[in-house]
């Protein structure tokens, strides 16, 4: 076969020209983000949807929620997949009936949810930032090429879900056929959690037609929320709508807000990064479950080296010691003098990992600058000052440090003002009677050990509507202070970090991990 | 927003992307290639699209274009593997094609479904999308004489296998 005719073979095979919905596909968004250039993002809320739910994409419309049958459910079903983008619909169970969420349309690239309460879900091509039920905010998946429809794929949620360390037990229904095509119901559940999902499949594309995410109440699972899932092609209407969503300040109507701007202006500490440029770091905080949250202003891209106490990443699983991880943070509604404020948060690899983070920065190709943070600030003063005050505790001192603490709440969760005295603690969260979430209400606060003066602990509940908030309960009469129990682990940790230290002084021996990891790093650093 | 028709046949493609909107410059080849091994045209369309939204946060910019064009090229041979391993139980159903095509195509197409996929990429960028070497070369990331060896190979294992393709061909 002479090389004119494979010429002519190969070319008749290939001759296909691409449509014009393929060419709208592949045009970068407006103003595209290159290395180091600003992404124009539309506006938005990082609220999260509580739930397992990794990279699910849910978009907001603002329509009044109503009350749906489950007639409405079943004539609503997603249409045929296609296409890059897809829209939504979202129910939630309130134990007696199903609540229309607010569903909506996205963006290549973008999506949003917001639930009748005001819980909204952000998924930006760098992530989806969903808050778990403990309402620590949690990256869920922090890749950089992926697409809002790869983002429901049941392989990469279920890699994230193992990237997460969530240890999974998968069950597969049998295949039937629904308005003409295969499905099958994928139920996943991270044992030893109260959720599961279960996701029904179309068999061809392999992406979601619906979710249904419920919670174990004591030993009933009990439906929350169902999510109908439609590709179709992106649209100039849904470009409208977009911009539409992009021009509401949702963030800012809400005075909750306007506190943790207040708590946010204050700078902690300011980093000069390696090309001159300045980081201002406003949070840094360990969280429950061992993630790190940093909220600062600063460049968009930065290189974070993270590693714990003992020297293990926080990176995900694979990503070697000390490996550079170039996140993109954002925090798009949150501004402050006109500046975004960006945050970062980091899943550690495994369970247990110590609360000591050592946290690196450097711009992209710049030279790493060590920023290490112990813990949180300690209580404040009874009368209720907080860091942001003049003569508040410095969080960054050794004194101060606490290896357990109350951590971030996200802000945006909550759409009415707390009490007032909830201010005297600082990136306070408080629990019902110590007890976890239940179905009658909208916990907004987890109880960390805070007692009052007369040494009872702080009871109430705070129930979340969609017309605003309302708080029950008595709150403390006179200042606040630490229980004993609370007291005694910050203690037994800090015994545990001293005495690392002391071995590494008497020793002098690099065969501790903290050791290697400083012994790495600094030999990196001359080698830079 | 939506962007109007990409004038890909006015004057000589520049040497250099300057920026990802320079990227869909490149979209009648990376598509071309992919339509070599992805069928029907729907599939070929969205391997297409998904190789192009990996290049946008990861190329930076600018890039000379035989970079950007290797670069892409790498992503979607990955996504053409991902969407065969997908569909390998399933028979090349050429008759989904929305493009129902009573030319040579879905049997040429079917040959180079057999080949290795090396063999079969270097052919279609040599011969379809009209590299040449040194370009053919810098797409599959090898030297050119390793690709001259890759070509003769493949060209040897594409006579053999599609050889019925000369029958009517008048030499």
């Known amino acids: 076969m002479n090389e004119d005719r494979l010429t002519h073979l190969l070319t008749e095979a290939t001759d296909l020209k691409p449509s014009e919905a393929l060419q709208a596909r592949v045009s970068p968004l407006p103003q595209s983000r290159c290395h180091g250039e600003r992404r124009n993002f539309p506006r938005a809320s990082w609220f999260a949807l509580s739930g397992l739910s990794a990279g699910i994409a849910v978009v907001a419309f603002l329509a009044a929620p109503r009350e749906v049958s489950a007639q409405d459910l079943l004539d609503q079903a997603g249409s045929e997949s296609q296409g890059s983008s897809f829209h939504f619909r979202a129910w939630e169970f309130n134990g007696a009936s199903w609540h229309e969420a607010r569903y909506g349309l996205s963006a290549p690239g973008w999506a949003r949810y917001e639930t009748a309460k005001g819980e909204l879900s952000l998924i930006t091509p760098t992530g989806c930032f969903a808050r778990s039920r403990r309402d620590a905010p949690v990256l869920r998946r922090p890749a950089l090429d992926s697409s809002p429809v790869d983002d429901l794929r049941l392989d990469r949620h279920l890699k994230i879900l193992r990237t997460l360390g969530y240890p999974l037990t998968i069950r597969r229904g049998q295949s039937i056929t629904e308005s003409g095509r295969s499905v099958q119901d994928i139920t996943i559940e991270c044992n030893g959690r109260d959720e599961r999902e279960t996701i029904t499949l179309d068999k061809r594309t392999e992406l979601p037609i619906r979710m249904l995410i419920e919670m174990r109440s004591r030993s009933n699972w009990v439906p929350r929320t169902r999510i109908e899932y439609g590709y179709a092609s992106f649209t100039k209407e849904h470009l409208e709508f977009w911009r539409g969503i992009d021009r509401k300040e949702i963030v800012s109507r809400t005075s909750l807000a306007q506190t943790w701007e207040r708590r946010f202006r204050t700078v902690l500490r300011t980093l000069r990064l390696s090309d001159g440029s300045r980081l201002q770091v406003r949070d840094l905080r360990a969280l429950p479950n061992g993630d790190v949250l940093m909220v600062y202003s600063g460049p968009q891209i930065i290189n974070v080296h993270l590693a714990s106490e003992d020297g293990m990443p926080f990176a995900r699983v694979g990503s070697p010691l000390n490996d550079s991880r170039r996140l993109e943070s954002e925090m798009p509604d949150l501004t402050l003098d006109g500046a975004p404020l960006r945050f970062l948060w980091f899943t550690p690899i495994r369970e247990g990992a110590s609360r000591r983070t050592h946290v690196l920065f450097d711009v992209v190709g710049g030279a790493p600058t060590p920023f290490e943070h112990e813990s949180l600030p300690t209580e404040s003063s009874q009368e209720g000052t907080t860091p942001a005050q003049p003569n508040a505790p410095d969080p960054l001192k050794k004194e101060n440090y606490q290896a357990t603490g109350t951590f971030l709440l996200s802000p945006v969760r909550e759409q009415a003002p707390l009490p007032a005295w909830t201010d005297a603690v600082p990136y306070g969260s408080w629990l019902i009677d110590g007890e976890r979430w239940r179905d009658d209400a909208r916990i907004i606060a987890a109880y960390d050990g805070w007692i009052d003066a007369s040494g009872h602990h702080i009871d109430g509940r705070y129930r979340l509507q969609p017309t605003g908030g309302e708080w029950s309960g008595e709150p403390p009469r006179q200042g606040l202070r630490r229980d004993p129990k609370a007291a005694a682990a910050a203690l037994r940790a800090m015994e545990t970090m001293r005495q690392h230290e002391q071995a590494r002084e008497e020793t002098g021996n690099p065969s501790s991990i903290i050791d290697r990891w400083r012994a790495r790093f600094e030999r990196e650093m001359r080698e830079r | ?171």
């Open chain 2, 1 to 171: 927003m939506i962007p109007t028709a990409l004038a890909l046949d006015a004057d000589p493609p520049p040497e250099s992307l300057a920026s990802p909107a320079d990227l869909p410059l490149l979209l009648d080849e990376i598509h071309r290639f992919v339509a070599a091994f992805v069928r029907p045209a729907a599939d070929a369309e969205d391997v297409t699209a998904e190789s192009f939204r990996a290049a946008f946060g990861k190329l930076r910019f600018p890039i000379p274009r035989h970079e950007a064009r290797a670069w892409l090229l790498k992503v979607a041979r990955r996504r053409i593997a991902d969407h065969r391993r997908k569909r390998r139980h399933e028979p090349l159903d050429e008759s989904l094609s929305r493009d129902s095509d009573p030319s040579l195509g879905p049997a040429v197409r079917a040959v180079l479904a057999e080949l290795p996929e090396d063999q079969a990429a270097a052919l279609v960028l040599k011969y379809a999308l009209g590299l040449n070497a040194e370009e053919t070369a810098a797409a599959l990331k090898r030297s050119v004489a390793a690709t001259n060896s890759l070509l003769q190979r493949a060209r040897a294992a594409f006579a053999a296998r599609g050889a019925f393709l000369n029958e009517g061909e008048s030499r």
